[in-house]
């Protein structure tokens, strides 16, 4: 049944809202310094629940940094996104990354790494393995308009076709690469364009338009696993926050440009309004869960301020999967050290 | 060895020939000045057949890479190996026979595209099967490195040990080959000891080889396996023809001594073997005869127990001098058995100079010029 008929369609307001107040407090947070750095999804989040939405639980997700929703429509708790960022004891990531590197294997979604596209063919060869353990899973794969121009895109789309392996391409054009505007990043017609030299079945879509999204990755995905045919999908949408907290959009384009995407093109806006006009949804709704929603984020964040750092052994662990002599020797070493000069390091803030 | 002499045989053999068919090539004389494939600068000598892994089979280097790559397909069902032509055979002729036996979805070409390669082979080993991986010559990793350095060595550690890619192995032909020059010839091993996440294993012979690159495809860590191309066929042993494994991380003493310590890895190993022999012969000098096997990480207790015995070190490799592995092995040893030392550590390696083509013998670092550096060491 199309979403469109559908009492309770699968890409509801809660998940994409419940986005946005974790990323108002968490912007916040970096500037008052609790966190070292972060990242919003602020005009993206469409792109993220509309897609996730059209997958299965099982699909393997592998992401670049701005893919949050996908990780949060499957379940992710508010309190392990609030570890991750802070890097406290109950980060599964144990403390080893900057803040929005999620991953999370019970949900399949593969963590994050700085470097941009290299998830790309790394898609590729999960993607084919999994086809040949004939397990009706698909592989989807997110990646900027701006990361597209990295050779490893153009190998992750040759794998995938000559190899013919069951993905689903996501690419959000949110129309900058941190400054720089995708005039200056393509000449061609965008990424959509270059599937077909590739062989790839390639579709364009209004990434703010939630159903528009669920609707192409759904049929996507089907045919990505039933005809072992990759699927590149380009969502347009727009990049209403700053890169991150390092950066400061206002030097290059305008508030004007911004408002207009904010106000008259804002995926949980054109959501809003047509369940609005459905009866699927109400102020007193919108308002109780916009009161609610910011109370559980609070309630997390100041849960995740509280708690203690990893113990710092963990610095040397999971290098290999076992540890080897010379790491071994180095954390003795370190333990040493801090005997004697733990007054000048924050042990305090760390487990024993 | 074998294959240096075939060729000079060779080179003779169309001399004839030509000097009958008249024409331009009676005027040319009988062999060039100098010969383009230069007789091998070491003398390979196999070890003995090992009787504890069953019945043996004589295979040169290529094959017995190709017995492992069977013996994995055959007990591993995730397994699948890919790269450039590896399809039809391989270059090499590594995975010769793979395909018809194993199939096509196990056994396949990639495009041409080494960061290609390895990140599909990292994704593949994230899905949980095995991934071998070939890169066509080690000359040809660089643009895998960000796969590699970035991503493979790091999957387990930044993701709090939820996600690896342990089940990912590269496999890249590595070191000189008489003619190879630049492109063809490069010992890369430095780049990638520097960091931490990956294993790097370099085989001296068939026998080792087939045993380490099982304990490869089986370790739980993104491993690097170079194969030195020039023993793929001049390099033949009885091996195995059953499974088995070599540890990583273990440096063999192939001989042992009290004067002098000789570490090298791959070829040159059997380069040191032989001025080994010289050191006995000329000097009466008695050397102990590591083969490193595993350069990261490596087996620092194997080299610092034999220096601490012996102290004198001869590090060597083909690979330029500085910021080669030779320099990690030296300043650790130097570390940890300072007072023992007799002389300077001694590297005995390329030149600071990429591969060249028509001064190959000159840029080796041959029998002679380790034997001059460790006469100087005795005589220090």
């Given at each position: 049944?199309?979403?469109?008929?559908?009492?309770?369609?699968?890409?509801?307001?809660?998940?994409?809202?419940?986005?946005?107040?974790?990323?108002?407090?968490?912007?916040?947070?970096?500037r008052?310094?609790?966190?070292?750095?972060?990242?919003?999804?602020?005009?993206?989040?469409g792109?993220?629940?509309?897609?996730?939405?059209?997958?299965?639980?099982?699909d393997?997700?592998?992401?670049?940094?701005?893919?949050?929703?996908?990780?949060?429509?499957?379940?992710?708790?508010l309190?392990?996104?609030?570890?991750?960022?802070?890097?406290?004891?109950s980060?599964?990531?144990?403390?080893?990354?900057?803040?929005?590197?999620?991953?999370c294997?019970?949900?399949?979604?593969?963590?994050?790494?700085?470097?941009?596209?290299?998830?790309?063919?790394?898609?590729?060869?999960?993607?084919?393995?999994?086809?040949?353990?004939?397990a009706?899973?698909?592989?989807?794969?997110?990646?900027?308009?701006?990361?597209?121009?990295e050779?490893?895109?153009?190998?992750?789309?040759n794998?995938?076709?000559?190899?013919?392996?069951?993905?689903?391409?996501?690419?959000?054009?949110?129309?900058?690469?941190?400054?720089?505007?995708?005039?200056?990043?393509?000449?061609?017609?965008?990424?959509?364009?270059?599937?077909?030299?590739?062989?790839?079945?390639?579709?364009?879509?209004?990434?703010?338009d939630?159903?528009?999204?669920?609707?192409?990755?759904?049929?996507?995905?089907?045919?990505a696993?039933?005809?072992?045919?990759?699927?590149?999908?380009?969502?347009?949408?727009?990049?209403?926050?700053?890169?991150?907290?390092?950066?400061?959009?206002?030097?290059?384009?305008?508030?004007?440009?911004?408002?207009?995407w904010?106000?008259?093109?804002?995926?949980?806006?054109?959501?809003?309004?047509?369940?609005?006009?459905?009866?699927?949804?109400d102020?007193?709704?919108?308002?109780?869960?916009?009161?609610?929603?910011?109370k559980?984020?609070?309630?997390?964040?100041?849960?995740?301020?509280?708690?203690?750092?990893?113990?710092?052994?963990l610095?040397?662990?999971?290098?290999?999967?076992?540890?080897?002599?010379?790491?071994?020797?180095?954390?003795?070493?370190?333990?040493?050290?801090?005997?004697?000069?733990?007054?000048?390091?924050?042990?305090?803030?760390?487990?024993? | 060895?074998?294959?240096?002499?075939?060729?000079?045989?060779?080179?003779?053999?169309?001399?004839?020939?030509?000097r009958s068919?008249?024409?331009?090539?009676?005027?040319?004389?009988?062999?060039?000045?100098?010969?383009?494939?230069?007789?091998?600068?070491?003398?390979?000598?196999?070890?003995?057949?090992?009787?504890?892994?069953?019945q043996?089979?004589?295979?040169?280097?290529?094959?017995?890479?190709?017995?492992?790559?069977?013996?994995?397909?055959?007990?591993?069902?995730?397994?699948?190996?890919?790269?450039?032509?590896?399809?039809?055979?391989?270059?090499?002729?590594?995975t010769?026979?793979?395909?018809?036996?194993?199939?096509?979805?196990?056994?396949?070409?990639?495009?041409?595209?080494?960061?290609?390669?390895?990140?599909?082979?990292?994704?593949?080993?994230?899905?949980?099967?095995?991934?071998?991986?070939e890169?066509q010559?080690?000359?040809?990793?660089f643009p895998?490195?960000?796969?590699?350095?970035?991503?493979?060595?790091?999957?387990?550690?930044?993701?709090?040990?939820?996600?690896?890619?342990?089940?990912?192995?590269i496999?890249?032909?590595?070191?000189?080959?008489?003619?190879?020059?630049?492109?063809?010839?490069?010992?890369?091993?430095?780049?990638?000891?520097?960091?931490?996440?990956?294993?790097i294993?370099?085989?001296?012979?068939?026998?080792?080889?087939?045993?380490?690159?099982?304990?490869?495809?089986?370790?739980?860590?993104?491993?690097?396996?170079?194969?030195?191309?020039?023993?793929?066929?001049?390099?033949v042993?009885?091996?195995?023809?059953?499974?088995?494994?070599?540890?990583?991380?273990?440096?063999?003493?192939?001989?042992?001594?009290?004067?002098?310590?000789?570490?090298?890895?791959?070829?040159?190993?059997?380069?040191?073997?032989?001025?080994?022999?010289?050191?006995q012969?000329k000097?009466?000098?008695?050397?102990?005869?590591?083969?490193?096997?595993?350069?990261?990480?490596?087996?620092?207790?194997?080299?610092?127990?034999?220096?601490?015995?012996?102290?004198?070190?001869?590090?060597?490799?083909?690979?330029?001098?500085?910021?080669?592995?030779?320099?990690?092995?030296?300043?650790?040893?130097?570390?940890?058995?300072?007072?023992?030392l007799?002389?300077?550590?001694?590297?005995?390696?390329?030149?600071?100079?990429?591969?060249?083509?028509?001064?190959?013998?000159?840029?080796?670092?041959?029998?002679?010029?380790?034997?001059?550096?460790?006469?100087?060491?005795?005589?220090?």
């Amino acid at each position: 049944m199309p979403p469109g008929e559908h009492p309770n369609p699968p890409c509801s307001p809660p998940t994409m809202t419940l986005l946005n107040t974790m990323d108002r407090i968490l912007y916040e947070s970096q500037r008052q310094g609790r966190i070292s750095f972060y990242m919003t999804n602020y005009g993206e989040e469409g792109t993220h629940v509309g897609s996730a939405a059209a997958l299965d639980d099982t699909d393997l997700v592998f992401g670049q940094y701005r893919e949050a929703g996908v990780l949060m429509y499957r379940g992710y708790p508010l309190d392990l996104f609030m570890a991750q960022c802070y890097g406290n004891v109950s980060d599964p990531g144990k403390g080893r990354q900057m803040p929005v590197h999620y991953g999370c294997r019970d949900r399949h979604f593969v963590t994050i790494s700085s470097p941009l596209a290299t998830q790309i063919p790394q898609a590729v060869g999960a993607a084919y393995a999994i086809k040949r353990a004939d397990a009706n899973r698909a592989v989807i794969c997110y990646f900027g308009e701006g990361a597209a121009s990295e050779g490893d895109a153009h190998a992750g789309f040759n794998f995938a076709a000559t190899l013919e392996c069951p993905i689903v391409f996501f690419c959000r054009n949110n129309g900058y690469a941190i400054s720089t505007p995708t005039s200056e990043q393509y000449r061609g017609d965008g990424i959509a364009a270059r599937g077909p030299g590739y062989g790839l079945m390639s579709i364009r879509v209004d990434g703010n338009d939630v159903f528009a999204v669920y609707n192409a990755t759904k049929e996507a995905r089907r045919r990505a696993v039933a005809e072992n045919q990759p699927f590149l999908i380009e969502a347009m949408t727009y990049r209403i926050g700053h890169h991150s907290t390092s950066d400061d959009s206002s030097a290059y384009r305008s508030v004007d440009e911004v408002n207009y995407w904010d106000k008259q093109d804002h995926p949980i806006s054109r959501l809003r309004h047509y369940m609005l006009n459905r009866g699927w949804w109400d102020e007193e709704e919108e308002k109780g869960w916009r009161k609610s929603s910011r109370k559980m984020v609070m309630e997390a964040f100041e849960q995740a301020e509280r708690k203690l750092k990893p113990n710092p052994q963990l610095l040397f662990s999971d290098v290999y999967r076992e540890m080897p002599p010379h790491l071994r020797r180095q954390r003795a070493a370190l333990e040493r050290h801090l005997q004697h000069y733990g007054e000048h390091y924050p042990l305090e803030h760390f487990e024993k | 060895m074998a294959a240096a002499g075939l060729a000079l045989r060779g080179a003779l053999a169309s001399g004839a020939a030509a000097r009958s068919r008249g024409g331009l090539w009676s005027r040319l004389p009988s062999l060039p000045a100098a010969p383009c494939r230069p007789a091998a600068h070491f003398a390979f000598q196999p070890d003995p057949a090992p009787s504890a892994y069953g019945q043996t089979q004589k295979m040169n280097l290529f094959q017995s890479i190709t017995s492992a790559l069977d013996n994995t397909l055959a007990k591993d069902p995730t397994a699948v190996i890919f790269g450039e032509d590896v399809a039809f055979g391989g270059v090499f002729r590594c995975t010769v026979g793979l395909r018809d036996k194993y199939g096509k979805d196990r056994v396949f070409n990639t495009p041409l595209c080494e960061q290609g390669i390895v990140g599909f082979g990292i994704g593949v080993a994230v899905a949980g099967a095995t991934a071998i991986a070939e890169i066509q010559f080690a000359d040809y990793i660089f643009p895998a490195f960000d796969q590699i350095v970035n991503e493979a060595a790091k999957y387990r550690y930044r993701s709090g040990d939820l996600f690896n890619c342990g089940n990912l192995t590269i496999r890249a032909p590595w070191g000189c080959v008489g003619h190879g020059a630049l492109y063809h010839s490069q010992s890369p091993e430095a780049f990638f000891a520097h960091c931490p996440g990956i294993k790097i294993v370099i085989p001296r012979s068939p026998l080792q080889a087939k045993g380490l690159l099982l304990s490869c495809i089986e370790d739980k860590n993104p491993c690097i396996f170079f194969e030195p191309k020039i023993l793929y066929r001049a390099a033949v042993e009885q091996v195995p023809v059953e499974p088995y494994n070599i540890p990583l991380s273990q440096a063999e003493v192939l001989q042992t001594g009290s004067d002098v310590t000789l570490v090298a890895w791959g070829t040159q190993v059997h380069v040191i073997k032989e001025v080994a022999a010289m050191a006995q012969e000329k000097l009466g000098v008695s050397c102990e005869v590591i083969d490193l096997r595993t350069i990261l990480p490596w087996d620092t207790e194997t080299v610092c127990k034999s220096v601490v015995k012996t102290g004198r070190l001869l590090i060597s490799h083909e690979a330029p001098l500085t910021g080669g592995f030779a320099s990690e092995i030296s300043s650790t040893v130097q570390e940890e058995c300072f007072l023992n030392l007799e002389a300077p550590i001694s590297r005995v390696c390329g030149y600071d100079t990429p591969f060249p083509h028509i001064f190959e013998p000159f840029y080796i670092p041959d029998k002679w010029k380790c034997y001059d550096a460790l006469r100087k060491m005795i005589n220090y």
